[in-house]
């Protein structure tokens, strides 16, 4: 009798299935490290910013942690992840790697800025900083909206009593505020309502507009007043009527840089690995409803750019601060380290939340924490690694291990002359046995186009491949389901691994620059690193290495901000 069996290859390899069951087996470490958290405090006055009820302290170059005024931890953040904006994140989407829209239109942009300031220079050849800031005016010209046919409205509108005494305007009637005189100019804020009842509809229609016009913030009653004060209506005598100025220059600067995401957060154990694990579980049943559509192809490069890019760059940004961690545990870094204490849990909080390390998890070491699984797995990796370079590598070159045994680096013995960096924490590739290089000291160009092509293979084989397969065997019609991401996983694997491991090395590389701790790599060396590593990454969500010192400044003062630490923190020098 012929019948018909449905199996469904549940394969999701190193993704839903595995990085769910790695933490469901946890339970007893999340308990324990629950009580390490609770015990993790650094006492009062000890960060580099306080005041009220929080502080603040800074953690190597580009991270920030903050704590209660007592010392209680509440999380750590990377000064270098801004959260995305939407349209940030849809740019990205259209592309593959870093060849999308949101680069595309950087480089136009830089290109453009280039321009003006080159003709800039050529106009001012004594003094170029005597031209006009010509961005402000241009963005002011945009905002302008000539007053049409108005006076009936402006005859209607009175200023607020304080309006009026700031610009010595004499009260002559009994209501409230003043009529607007001719030729006055005022703000949104200067506007006197008849009842209270007006006033909140006017601020929940003002509302609606603002988050149109500036998608990145979200505006509501509680912040809404804040904005009043920017829309300016300027008399201009020449033309006898009002321009709208919308004037951010007051703005403080965190109100247009919201608090950068964290990487450990010391309430919430398992935030990120949560967040990881749902975006892959979006893009899976999103790929599944586009699989039979006509734009599958299309749909799925834009599902897939999402989903791993938001992934990756979490991941990558973990990887640093582990980095960082790892090397005041060893004693190398020479700048103010934490209470050992607190990165003791903060590193099995990094190696608990990752998911693109799920080749160290072992279903048979139960009692094991993620991290410990992480280092056994780097030792057997060493091992293999070392063994293979003393037997491969030529006569002419040598090599030298650092950061404790993860990282190698590879030179001419007769000139010293930098060949490449590798990976002793990764074991050899599976199908090819190549050793994971980080830095080729020639060029970099090789690995990056590498990069770029597996990572257009890993897409178009998700939104080219068939997913189910039937056929009948014996009497029997059989079919098999395979999960869409299951081509991601088998193709980028390799690369995503790398990957990570490379923002434990770019740290590294970061804090032996600001003279932090020490690598065996000269000046020049650690600045091509540095660079080289960037160039690689590709990720359509990364900051360029030049737009780093900007975010990081806004992404401190937007710290201060929502944590209550103004311009006048006390400082501790």
């Known amino acids: 009798m012929k019948f018909t069996i449905g199996l469904v290859l549940i394969v999701f390899v190193g993704s ?18 629950k009580k390490k958290v609770s015990i993790s405090n650094i006492g009062p006055n000890f960060g580099s910013y306080r005041r009220g009820e929080f502080q603040i302290i800074k953690i190597g170059e580009k991270f920030a942690s903050v704590f209660t005024n007592s010392g209680d931890p509440i999380a750590i953040y990377d000064l270098t992840l801004p959260p995305l904006s939407q349209k940030e994140l849809y740019l990205g989407a259209f592309g593959i790697g870093d060849l999308n829209i949101r680069n595309l239109l950087k480089l136009v942009k830089n290109s453009l800025s280039a321009g003006k300031e080159a003709s800039a220079l050529a106009d001012n050849p004594d003094d170029p900083n005597d031209s006009p800031p010509e961005e402000l005016t241009q963005f002011y010209e945009k905002l302008r909206i000539d007053a049409l046919d108005g006076d009936k409205a402006f005859s209607k509108i009175r200023l607020t009593d304080t309006w009026a005494l700031s610009n010595h305007i004499e009260k002559r009637d009994q209501k409230p505020g003043v009529p607007l005189p001719e030729g006055a100019s005022f703000s949104l804020n200067d ?16 509302s609606y507009f603002m988050n149109v016009v500036e998608t990145l913030k979200y505006w509501d009653r509680t912040n809404i007043e804040k904005a009043l004060n920017e829309f300016q209506f300027r008399y201009i005598p020449k033309q006898k009527g009002y321009e709208i100025i919308w004037d951010r220059s007051q703005r403080s600067a965190v109100e247009d840089n919201p608090v950068p995401l964290s990487v450990v957060d010391f309430s919430y154990l398992t935030k990120n690995h949560d967040t990881k694990i749902q975006l892959l579980r979006n893009a899976q049943s999103l790929l599944r409803l586009v699989d039979k559509t006509p734009l599958k192809l299309p749909l799925s ?8 890019g938001q992934i990756e760059r979490l991941e990558y940004h973990e990887r640093r601060l582990i980095g960082l961690l790892e090397s005041m545990e060893r004693f190398e870094y020479q700048g103010e380290p934490l209470p050992k204490g607190l990165i003791e849990v903060s590193l099995e909080l990094l190696y608990l939340n990752g998911i693109n390390g799920g080749i160290v998890i072992d279903a048979s070491s139960p009692k094991l924490s993620t991290r410990s699984k992480n280092l056994n797995y780097e030792d057997v990796a060493s091992g293999l690694v070392l063994a293979k370079l003393k037997k491969l590598l030529s006569s002419d070159l040598k090599f030298e291990t650092f950061a404790g045994t993860k990282f190698i680096v590879i030179r001419e013995k007769q000139t010293g002359t930098l060949r490449s960096i590798v990976s002793a924490a990764i074991k050899p590739s599976f199908l090819f046995q190549y050793v994971a290089k980080h830095v080729d000291g020639r060029s970099m160009t090789k690995k990056w186009l590498e990069r770029e092509l597996v990572t257009a293979a890993a897409t178009l084989a998700t939104g080219l491949l068939p997913t189910s397969f039937f056929f009948k065997l014996v ?70 290495l030049e737009e780093e010192g900007a975010a990081m400044k806004a992404s401190l003062e937007a710290l201060k901000e929502r944590f209550g630490i103004g311009q006048n923190a006390d400082l501790m020098l």
Do not use: W
């Not at 769910?20 to 087996?25: R, T």
């Open 16 to 33: 839903v299935s595995q990085a769910h069951s790695h933490l469901g087996s946890q339970s007893v470490l999340l308990d324990s490290l």
């Open 191 to 206: 506007l006197q309502f008849n009842n209270n009842y007006q006033k909140e509809n006017f601020l929940k229609t003002f």
């Open 301 to 308: 490069i834009v599902i897939c750019q999402i989903a791993y």
């Open 475 to 544: 009497n029997s019609n059989i079919g098999i389901t395979i999960e869409p991401m299951i081509f991601q996983v088998l193709i980028r694997s390799q690369m995503d691994i790398e990957k990570i491991m490379e923002g434990e090395l770019a740290s590294l590389v970061d804090e032996t620059i600001a003279g932090k701790t020490t690598l065996p790599l000269s000046h020049d060396e650690l600045l091509f690193v540095q660079k080289s590593l960037r160039k690689s990454l590709v990720n359509p969500y990364e900051l360029k």
